[in-house]
Structure formats: C-alpha cells, structure tokens
T-cell receptor, first 114, second 112 residues
Framework: NAGVTQTPKFQVLKTGQSMTLQCAQD?????MYWYRQDPGMGLRLIYY???????DKGEVPNGYNVSRLNKREFSLRLESAAPSQTSVYFC?????????????FGPGTRLTVL | GQSLEQPSEVTAVEGAIVQINCTYQ??????LSWYQQHDGGAPTFLSY????GLEETGRFSSFLSRSDSYGYLLLQELQMKDSASYFC?????????????FGPGTRLSVLP
C-alpha cells in the first residue's frame, strides 16, 4: 500500500497563475482533508470531505476550491495564486470512525508563489 | 469554535521523561489526539484520547481531562530521534466529527 500520495512535491508559481494539487489514498478511507502549514506553525484545515460526493469548508478556505473526484482522490485548486498562499500543503485521510482518530498524511507539496 | 495552546519549545536530555501540555477552549469535541512531525516530514499519528484518563502506547502516553480542558503527551526514555515537533488536535463535533483543529505545536529538542 502506498498510503496517501500527493503530486507535485514542489511547485513554484507566479502571482495569478492557477494550479491543482492532487491527492490519492489507497486505504479505502471515507474522509479526506487538505491542510496548509506555514513555517513554524501548526496545520490549518482548508477543506475536507467527509464522504464521496461531499465537501465542506475548514478554517481557511478562501482562495481555494476542492473536488472529491471519487473515494480515492481529493484535489485542491488554486484559481489565482497569491504570495500569501506560499506554504506546505498536506493531504490526509481517515476511516471516519469517531472511536479512533488516526489521520494518515501524505508527504506534502511545497508551494512557493512569487 | 476550538482553540488549543501548547508551549512553543521544550528541551530535555536523552533518557529523561518530558511532558508536553495542551490546553484548549472548545465548544465540544470527540477526542484529543497527538501527532509527531520531524523537520521536512509529514505528521504521523501518536495517540488518541476519546475518554478521560491515560492511554499508553510504548514509550508514549497521553492524558485527557475534559473537566480541566487539558491534556498532555508524556514521552519516556527519550531518544535523540524523538527530537521533533508535537501537535495536539481536537476532533470537533460539527459535521459528524470530521473537522480537526490542530494546536500550534511544541518543538522538542533532545540533548545528548
């Protein structure tokens, strides 16, 4: 099992450019998440998908859109990148059961917006 | 909403025991979890407390007291490889417990 995979690993954009970050999991998990982590800080939830076909805003959704393409894949799109979106982006997944709380994280995408 | 507070840095020596505290203000949550993150790496799950009390997983233990709005992670027999950042997180009650909020993280440095 590959777990949670993310592409690309690194990306440099110019202000105003758009891009999509891809995430896939092979653990048959119901829930998937997108976080951003700024230097020296904790993770902030951007969007999440509790199940296939549903998406909800997290703490910092402005400037982002998401798509839960199927149970495996959850993408994050920046329509018009801004320097404030320079960050490390992590995708995560969980089974969705309340009795446990194991989030599995992908390796991250390091995004720089110039 | 939820907010969590953690000390920014903790330093300890190899072989020692260290406790990392997490205090929170929340309107309701299902459980408190802990994650470890090495520099340049992804967070990895350590422990979860759904109920008050102590959970033990090898050298790591985690504690939760809902009445005190407080939890902690206890690391025993510290090793150099434990040098990392540690995050507490709560699983909020909205949307059937799918909303996670992370603390700012505590950077642990283990000295020889």
């Amino acid at each position: 099992n590959a777990g949670v995979t993310q592409t690309p690993k690194f990306q440099v954009l110019k202000t105003g450019q758009s891009m999509t970050l891809q995430c896939a999991q092979d653990m048959n998990h119901n829930s998937m998440y997108w976080y951003r982590q700024d230097p020296g800080m904790g993770l902030r939830l951007i969007y999440y998908s509790a199940s296939e076909g549903t998406t909800d805003k997290g703490e910092v959704p402005n400037g982002y859109n998401v798509s839960r393409l199927n149970k495996r894949e959850f993408s994050l799109r920046l329509e018009s990148a801004a320097p404030s979106q320079t960050s490390v982006y992590f995708c995560a997944s969980t089974e969705g059961h309340l009795e446990t709380d194991t989030q599995y994280f992908g390796p991250g995408t390091r995004l720089t917006v110039l | 909403g939820q907010s969590l507070e953690q000390p920014s840095e903790v330093t300890a020596v190899e072989g020692a025991i260290v406790q990392i505290n997490c205090t929170y203000q929340t309107s309701g949550f299902y459980g408190l979890s802990w994650y470890q993150q090495h520099d340049g790496g992804a967070p990895t799950f350590l422990s979860y407390n759904a109920l008050d009390g102590l959970e033990e997983t090898g050298r790591f233990s985690s504690f939760l007291s809902r009445s005190d709005s407080y939890g902690y992670l206890l690391l025993q027999e510290l090793q150099m490889k434990d040098s990392a950042s540690y995050f507490c997180a709560v699983r909020g009650r909205d949307n059937y417990g799918q909303n996670f909020v992370f603390g700012p993280g505590t950077r642990l440095s283990v000295l020889p």
